[in-house]
């Protein structure tokens, strides 16, 4: 039961050597159990009541993604999300999660210009945003940047495939690692990523093959995000799973409910009761100072030149 955004009684937040240990193929990780350990799940949230929720409801990560631009704001990409924005967001997470690793996303051009640039906006997360672990995209060009992440003690999860940062570049968001060629950049990238310091390493949109042959190459585990079964976990976007996104949906994303209609139904009918008179009843108006009719006594109210005057010295 959460009261307040918070379990009764606090749970044991989800740590990185937990979600390390999640690995369920390819070569054993340090500290490898015989049985194969439940796939992890992620969703990416953005505010303190859908974070709350989706904590309660068991996720072992939280993303606060990016994608905040194209499903809070209204954008067509993730490009001008700023790094201010991401971490006003973590801090809103952050509040409401109990158990949940919190992961910020790194925004376009907040890591790009230099591996110091990277350390201080992955330091500011931490700092101001309240998470517990970055991530950011990009293969072989960025590993110098997780590395000097990782080396400041900064957890890192990458991200390799589809990366919404590199839209206009990549021609759109389309699949990758189509061909010998594409997927072979895919399973170095993720290697270099891997061995740069990455804890956890998302898959975004690569053929269900070329993403088992990345979490077969690593010993870390990987998040699919319509890259297949094969991975070591899951994530979808919160909107997403619930069915609360109007138009295009990604193939990969199925909805587990359609609280968008349940939301326009709801407030179809507080708009008809509104209108009709019949809400607010009786159960939801407060206890009157008076009863309508009873007399009042005047002698007791004050007058204007009693109440005294404000003191304004201050």
């Known amino acids: 039961m959460y009261a307040n955004g918070r379990p009764a009684t606090p749970a044991r937040k989800v740590t990185v050597p937990e979600i390390r240990a999640r690995k369920r193929s390819g070569p054993p990780p340090i500290g490898w159990s015989p049985a194969a350990p439940a796939p992890i799940a992620m969703v990416t949230a953005y505010d303190f009541t859908m974070a709350r929720l989706v904590d309660e409801a068991g996720v072992d990560m939280i993303l606060v993604g990016d994608s905040l631009g194209m499903v809070v704001q209204g954008l067509h990409n993730t490009i001008p999300v ?40 992955a330091g500011k997360l931490m700092k101001d945003g309240a998470c517990e672990s970055v ?109 609360m996104m109007r138009g295009h949906s990604p193939k990969f994303a199925k909805r587990y409910a359609e609280l968008g209609d349940a939301i326009v139904g709801a407030v179809k009918l507080y708009v008809d009761e509104v209108q009709a008179g019949t809400f607010p009843g009786p159960e939801h108006t407060y206890k009157p100072n008076h009863v ?23």
């Open 292 to 314: 309508p009719g009873e007399a009042r006594d005047v002698s007791e109210m004050p007058r204007l030149e009693e109440v005294p005057a404000p003191d304004m010295r201050h």
């Open 135 to 243: 991530k950011l995209e990009g293969g072989e060009e960025v590993a110098e940047h997780v590395m000097r992440i990782v080396r400041a003690g900064i957890p890192v999860v990458g991200h390799v495939g589809l990366t919404p940062q590199s839209v206009h570049a990549l021609g759109g968001f389309k699949v990758q690692g189509r061909g010998d060629e594409a997927a072979e950049k895919i399973v170095t990238d993720a290697l270099a990523i891997e061995r740069a310091g990455a804890f956890a390493i998302v898959l975004e949109a690569v053929p269900p093959d070329v993403a088992a042959r990345v979490t077969q190459a690593l010993t870390v585990p990987t998040i699919g995000i319509g890259a297949g079964a094969a991975c070591d976990g899951q994530v979808l976007v919160c909107t997403d799973l619930l069915g």
């Open 82 to 121: 700023t790094l201010d924005e991401i971490a006003y967001h973590c801090r809103a997470v952050a509040r409401g999660t109990a158990r949940a690793h919190v992961v910020g996303d790194m925004p376009f051009m907040s890591y790009q210009v230099s591996p110091t640039q990277a350390v201080e906006s």
